[in-house]
């Protein structure tokens, strides 16, 4: 059998997705439980990170602790990945020392070609064009207050970025609509909107995204690398924030989500922020065992 990745939610069938959703409910409830889930002793999980991170690493981290494995973190400058040892070098290496890899990195070709030449799984914590992990954690989150996302609309309100496109991925993977509210030069790639075309629409008013909604999604307007465009980005962005005012145009019910850390005050409000019903707590707990169900899964497909 092929050595299957997690570089985006293509890498697995919508029936897999749904299991795997599934899953980290069950996980949950066992973590919650203090059931033990010990299931992968000794097992070692590489962390490459070239993007700096909170939830992202405490969540692996966590995770393969929990599992009764062990996690590697690796900085920039624990590494020669990126800094003169060409990417095929480094994943030859790394793998054959552990059991299972993610990466947080720029360029999303990096991680393609470290897929290509590692001999265990690898996992894609977030690069410039997706961060699938998160919308596992998404869709967990939507299912455990809502049920099933199929047939639901989903607006995306904001920068058109590495999070808004995997949210195209998934509008296909779990069948859901998704309407992206944008300004012009902010929309996520062409191809990606393009190859989903047939539920996945960009406008440019918040409200015309919300009417009908049952989730908003956002994230901040500047992300990592874009510090010095921060000005210009918050000026074009300014009419694009979730609020009351914009959850008030979608459907009774709707959920709000970001995958943090939030900007009170810009992307989304500091009233929703603060709400004690919202559920971005939740969404952001949803790392860890969204993940866990990801890792058990690449790690037994590996060893069938």
């Given at each position: 059998?092929?050595?299957?990745?997690?570089?985006?939610?293509?890498?697995?069938?919508?029936?897999?997705?749904?299991?795997?959703?599934?899953?980290?409910?069950?996980?949950?409830?066992?973590?919650?439980?203090?059931?033990?889930?010990?299931?992968?002793?000794?097992?070692?999980?590489g962390m490459?990170?070239?993007?700096?991170?909170?939830?992202?690493?405490?969540?692996?981290?966590a995770g393969m602790a929990q599992f009764g494995g062990h996690a590697i973190f690796l900085s920039p400058r624990d590494t020669q990945l990126g800094r003169g040892e060409p990417t095929e070098d480094s994943a030859?290496?790394?793998?054959?020392?552990?059991?299972?890899?993610?990466?947080?990195t720029f360029e999303h070709s990096i991680i393609e070609k470290f897929a290509e030449?590692?001999?265990?799984?690898?996992?894609?914590?977030?690069?410039d064009d997706y961060h699938p992990c998160q919308l596992l954690a998404d869709i967990q989150t939507f299912v455990e207050h809502r049920g099933s996302i199929k047939g639901k609309q989903v607006a995306w309100v904001g920068d058109g970025n590495n999070m808004c496109q995997s949210y195209i991925n998934a509008a296909v993977q779990f069948d859901f609509t998704l309407k992206i509210a944008c300004p012009e030069d902010f929309e996520p790639r062409a191809d990606l909107v393009a190859d989903a075309s047939d539920r996945v629409e960009i406008v440019r008013d918040p409200i015309e995204a919300a009417k009908g909604s049952d989730l908003l999604v956002?994230?901040?307007?500047?992300?990592?690398?874009?510090?010095?465009?921060?000005?210009e980005r918050r000026r074009k962005l300014a009419g694009y924030q979730i609020n009351s005012a914009l959850m008030a145009h979608a459907n009774p019910g709707a959920l709000y989500m970001h995958c943090l850390p939030a900007k009170r005050g810009e992307e989304i409000s500091a009233e929703l922020m603060d709400n004690p019903d919202t559920v971005i707590w939740d969404e952001a707990e949803n790392r860890l065992h969204a993940q866990k169900a990801l890792m058990e899964f690449l790690l037994k497909e590996a060893e069938a």
């Open positions: 059998m092929a050595l299957r990745h997690f570089l985006t939610l293509n890498d697995l069938s919508p029936d897999e997705l749904e299991a795997l959703i599934q899953r980290a409910i069950e996980l949950k409830a066992e973590h919650r439980a203090r059931k033990s889930s010990v299931q992968f002793p000794n097992y070692v999980l490459i990170f070239e993007k700096a991170s909170t939830r992202t690493r405490i969540s692996f981290e030859r290496v790394i793998s054959s020392m552990c059991d299972i890899v993610m990466i947080r030449y590692s001999s265990v799984p690898v996992i894609n914590a977030l690069t956002t994230d901040v307007w500047a992300s990592m690398g874009q510090e010095e465009e921060k000005a």
